[in-house]
């Protein structure tokens, strides 16, 4: 089975786009950290003001994107030649991709339902979250890659034997 | 030849098992004349996942030692 | 009198959707081989028991869980047995059945799975199946209840006939060769140990033939058994094992050509999503990346419930100290014990669902065995196997049912290897501490890191022990890795709901029974003291002078070396009740004092002794922390280790090389964050 001609170059592009837009949003989550923060890091002793900040976070979720990055580009040549195989491996990253950005969803949602609760008593916490946490960039790639999905449930008008 | 020495994604026919493994492997459909598969390596390089009687078995590359097949 | 239903499949067949739909119970769907060992009973129609046995693929002897469901069948007798299909790969499943068959026992079977063989084109001529295999064959979608009626109906149409499904003890017939063989062997058991399984002697010659470890050892029991054995030897040629197994398969292979369509081009989601999950390059980060976002999510989902019961109980505090009188014994006991101790606990109630959630629905949706297959060389160097892997993730929620566990794993080194080692992955009950501490020492953003570091460690505990047992003390062979990578299955709500809510329910009543008892039982000791002016014990003294603070006391010299204060020695004592007091015993001792910023805060204030600088408190806090890793998780989890073990020596070796380790490893955080300067 392989991938129908007309089709390979729709799959690889979208692949591609999906790969450029993860590596952007790491790259995001990694700046997100700040340009002197991690430098602090190595040279401050722990204990200090500084990491009020959640710099491993953002660097784990930094880390998280580049994988999911890596697995759209990785998919791009093959699905240029057209194998199942890599068509198979762009959905299953789809896949990832929904899970993951449903995780973060339904974190940032609980977040809000928690910074709603303290706010009954400190309003001042609004301030932060929309600064912090007030848009994340997982949610589209959340939406889009339900894309994904739609494109697994027609397999029959991509795939030819 | 061994079952560990099979290629990936070469439809082979198991000829014989050793005695030490056929209680524990006959009931998975590891017998002789049944067909075999290897699908891929774990990403460490053991064990192995087989395709055999339309399921997915995943066993140790030590153990397809013990299996003698031929391709098809 | 009641009848006996045995349920009996493969693993993954949905044999536990069928017992919970058949019984009305709520029971556990695990996708992974081997982890309902337990026996697990349940009641259909207030006359059936039924019985769930474990999920197996044959009834070899070399394997407890094999034994369990055989000597079930064997020995208990069942009135009924249910077996249960695969549909979608019916052709391995119906090796048990073939095996049941020989057992000549009453049973039906269970079609299960039908809406994914649809999905898949698969299809199965169900009436033809239920005459070659001669007896009744329901299909079933169990996970959404079809067809358990009728699986129901059928079940009271056989006992109210009193027929007990006759036709299926039709023997398999073999080969001429084979038959001959097992003839002469039943003659010979007739004529020389007529009363050894004489209801079964066809089976008992098959596996005499197949030389079966268990009733070779049986009959050698029996006077003149030996004889027997020595008889069939002379005519066996050693290969019966081999040719029954062939002949089996060649039976089914005619049903199966008879009755089963299937497309053999069909790529199933599985077989994509195996693409990329057991990538060569990929596989690895993405399981790292699972379990990452697993602990996260756990942590950020369950916070604004913690917020909300912590609002809930400030509120019900409040109430009580306007309503109620301020010196009332009760009242001390309600806002001090009960909501400044146990409320505590019930706090973290939310974190430990949610755990729960996520483990239930990684072991649901088929990840696991991928995970042991991934794992599986790592965990083979160090003397391990890939199902000990699943035991120490199932140690995440809780270390009892873990141990428990470690019974599917067939070498007797690898067990107790896995079982000793368990302790140091990180249960639920451990996560409170760290949540109410972890936050001191990189900052609040961090604590999630924190905690992912805590594990972390336990995991490389975990393995540096493995390896030490299985290198040093047990230097055996380990078992043959034998896994079967079923298909992804998406969880469904509803189970793993029930999954997660048993799981819960045991957090709840431990909650509820044990930790109750202990806070009530730490308020009364806070409560009395010895009057500083009298010498006497009094109700109602000082803090600082009641007997828990003289339990402290009495332990902290202990501690002193890596400067804790009596209050964490508290904590450290009644932790090994269960560690889930540990939250409560501060919450108690420190429920006089105020601090704004909330209960942490106030036990990183009084953690260490006098004495030690602020800029030193993270590593003293973060040492504190290794320690209620590492030591003993509780009582009860001793006693499971003595129960599986069987060995008071494997016990106390639990018990003291954990604190013997967090110990050591505490002062080395103590030395490397400056506490000592």
Known sequence: MEIIQEKRSFLSILSLIFGVVFVFISVMEFIHIGLEEPLMFFFSSPGDAIFEASILDHMAKGLINLLLAALFLYSYPHLKQGTLSGFGFFVGAGIIALGIGALFITEWVANLIDVALQSISDPGVWEEFVFTDGIRLEWFLGIASLYILLIWKNKENYLVS | MKLSELPFNTQAKIISVDKKIISRVAAMGVIPGTEVKIIRASPLGDPLELEIKNYNLSLRKQECKLIEVEKI | ?677
């Open chain 3, 1 to 677: 009198m009641s009848k006996n239903l045995a349920l009996i499949g493969n693993p993954n067949v949905g044999k536990t959707a069928v017992f919970n739909e058949l019984t009305g119970q709520t029971g556990h769907v695990a996708n992974w081989p081997g982890v309902t060992v337990e026996k697990k009973t349940g009641k259909m129609d207030k006359e059936f028991d039924v019985i769930d046995l474990p999920g197996v693929y044959s009834l070899s002897p070399s394997a407890i869980d094999e034994m369990i469901a055989r000597n079930f069948i064997v020995k208990d007798k069942p009135d009924l047995i249910v077996d249960i299909l695969d549909a979608t790969n019916l052709e391995r499943n119906l090796y048990l059945a073939f095996l049941l068959k020989e057992l000549e026992v009453p049973i039906i079977y269970v079609l299960n799975l039908m809406d994914v063989a649809k999905k898949r084109n698969i299809e199965v001529d169900v009436d033809k199946l239920a005459e070659l295999l001669g007896a009744p064959v329901i299909p079933t979608v169990a996970i959404k209840g079809e067809g358990i009626d009728a699986v129901k109906t059928k079940i009271r149409k056989i006992f109210s006939d009193g027929k007990l499904a006759q036709k299926s003890s039709i023997p398999v017939k073999y080969s001429k060769e084979i038959e001959d063989k097992i003839q002469r062997t039943e003659e010979l058991l007739k004529k020389d140990a007529p009363h050894f399984l004489s209801d079964k002697r066809r089976w008992a010659a098959i596996k005499l033939l197949e030389e079966d470890k268990e009733v070779i050892k049986e009959i050698s029991a029996s006077p003149n058994g030996i004889v027997v054995i020595e008889n069939v030897k002379r005519f066996a040629s050693g290969s019966e094992e081999f040719d029954l197994a062939g002949e089996r398969y060649n039976i089914i292979s005619e049903i199966i050509g008879q009755t089963y369509k299937r497309d053999k081009d069909m790529i199933t989601t599985s077989d994509i999503l195996d693409k990329i999950f057991l990538h060569k390059y990929f596989g690895i980060p993405i399981f790292f990346m699972i379990m990452w976002s697993m602990f996260e999510f756990t942590f950020r989902v369950s916070a604004p419930l913690g917020t909300l019961i912590e609002l809930g109980l400030g509120a019900l505090g409040d109430l009580i100290t306007i309503a109620w009188p301020e010196d009332a014994w009760y009242t001390s006991l309600v806002l001090d014990g009960i909501i400044g101790g146990f409320g505590a606990v019930i706090g973290f109630v939310p974190l430990i669902f949610t755990m729960f959630l996520v483990l239930s629905f990684l072991e649901d949706s088929g990840y696991l065995s991928r995970a042991a297959f991934n794992m599986d060389r790592l965990m083979y160097k160090l003397g391990l196997h890939g199902r000990s892997f699943v035991s120490l993730i199932l140690g995440f929620g809780c270390n009892i049912p873990a141990v428990m566990s470690c019974r599917a794993i067939e070498s007797e080194e690898d067990r107790l290897t896995t079982i000793l080692v368990n302790q140091n992955i990180s249960c639920g009950a451990r996560l409170p501490v760290y949540v109410l501490l972890g936050g001191f020492i990189l900052g609040d953003g961090a604590t999630g890191t924190i905690i992912f570091s805590l594990y972390f460690l336990g995991i490389v505990i975990a393995i540096l022990m493995a390896l030490f047992f299985k290198k040093v003390i047990f230097k055996g062979e380990t078992a043959p890795f034998i896994l079967e990578l079923g298909d992804y299955r998406m969880p469904t709500v509803k189970y793993t709901g029930i999954h997660m809510w048993e799981r819960g329910r045991e957090f709840i009543k431990k909650a509820g029974l044990i930790i109750f008892t202990v806070v009530v039982l730490m308020w009364v000791l806070q409560s009395i003291g010895v009057d500083p002016d009298t010498g006497l014990l009094a109700w109602g003294t000082d803090p600082e002078n009641s007997l828990l603070a003289g339990i402290g006391h009495l332990f902290q010299p202990l501690f002193a070396p890596l400067r804790w204060s009596w209050i964490a020695a508290v904590g450290i004592v009644f932790g090994f009740l269960a560690k889930e007091v540990v939250v409560a015993a501060f919450g108690l001792i420190l429920a006089g004092e105020e601090e704004p910023e909330g209960l942490g805060k106030l036990v990183v204030g009084n953690l260490a002794v006098a004495g030690v600088a602020a800029a030193a408190m993270p590593a003293l806090v973060y040492g504190y922390l290794v320690f209620v890793l590492l030591y003993t998780p509780c009582v009860a989890h001793l006693g499971a280790v003595y129960k599986e073990t069987g060995s008071k020596k494997w016990t106390l070796v639990s018990a003291t090389y954990g604190i013997a380790i967090g110990y050591i490893l505490a002062l080395i955080i103590n030395l490397i964050g400056g506490v000592y300067f």
